[in-house]
């Protein structure tokens, strides 16, 4: 019986077709699994304490948040606990959604030398809640203890402006731009405090200086448009006012997207205004979440 020449050939694309996926998996498992063989290499030749942190804490700068929970479990196995290896344990179960654990772990650094981590740590949880005002007091406890920090700085400036706390959010806003002024985040929360503050001509003199982009100045003004609109949202006005309700504004008290935010990898701007989207938002250059991550 002869088989038609389309059906054959639609059988051997089939075949191809199943080849190729399996070819394809079979290949991905092995990156994986070289993957997996040379970090625990990585991790056995590690020889001291100092190194691992680096190596964990380089871990969480690339979004490595979930794997650098492993490898925080084996520094503390070898060298045992540590205010750096709690600061990065923090770090990584706010990151991981984990927010009950995390401010356990936080709370911890309190009265040590990573206490001003501690107090950060709080203040962004606090902000994950939309309880701004206590975010904003907590920050303000970390910048009492690492004062140059600018991403902080620049977060406790936000924080403030998104509790109604305008005078008190112009020294940590005009210094975090002073200290980093290639970041676009402590640029886009000036933006918005000149904005809020209704002084239009130096929120767009400060956009056209740093070639901020169209998108994230329409964020900008379209988030002080809508804290303008809450009760309580004038200048000098206190109490917890509404979150930036455009789609491209992220809150800069979550700095970067996570690769694992469909996991619960919660570095996100949804976590502090669930209509943005990080992708488009005026985000922090450096992710430098021993500070805010």
Not at 169 to 197: C, G, H, I, K, V
Request: glycine content about 8%; some cysteine; hydrophobic content about 40%.
């Amino acid at each position: 019986m002869l088989v038609p020449v389309a059906v054959l050939a639609l059988a051997l694309a089939g075949c191809a077709a199943t080849k190729d996926h399996y070819a394809a998996g079979e290949d991905a498992q092995q990156r994986q699994a070289f993957e997996t063989a040379s970090e625990a290499k990585a991790g056995a030749n590690i020889d001291t304490q100092a190194t691992y942190i680096k190596v964990v804490d380089q871990m969480q700068q690339q979004g490595l948040w979930f794997a650098s929970l492993a490898h925080i479990d084996a520094l503390e196995q070898r060298w045992g606990v540590t205010p750096e290896s709690t600061r990065l344990r923090a770090d990584a179960l706010r990151q991981t959604g984990q927010a009950a654990p995390a401010e356990a772990a936080y709370k911890k650094l309190l009265g040590t030398s990573m206490e001003s981590a501690g107090y950060r740590g709080l203040g962004l949880l606090a902000g994950a809640r939309g309880n701004f005002p206590e975010a904003a007091q907590l920050l303000r406890q970390a910048q009492r203890r690492t004062p140059t920090d600018a991403l902080l700085l620049s977060d406790l400036g936000y924080a403030s402006l998104r509790a109604g706390q305008f005078d008190e959010a112009r020294l940590p806003l005009m210094q975090a731009l002073q200290l980093r002024p290639d970041s676009a985040q402590a640029q886009a929360n000036l933006a918005l405090y000149f904005e809020l503050t209704n002084q239009p001509q130096q929120s767009n003199a400060l956009m056209e200086a740093n070639r901020m982009p169209d998108a994230s100045r329409a964020a900008v003004r379209a988030a002080a448009n809508q804290m303008r609109q809450q009760d309580g949202a004038a200048p000098g006005a206190s109490g917890t006012v509404a979150q930036p309700g455009d789609e491209n504004f992220a809150p800069p008290l979550a700095l970067k997207p996570s690769r694992w935010s469909g996991l619960g990898g919660v570095r996100t701007a949804s976590q502090l205004n669930p209509s943005a989207s990080p992708a488009t938002a005026p985000l922090a250059s450096n992710p430098s979440q021993q500070g805010t991550p």
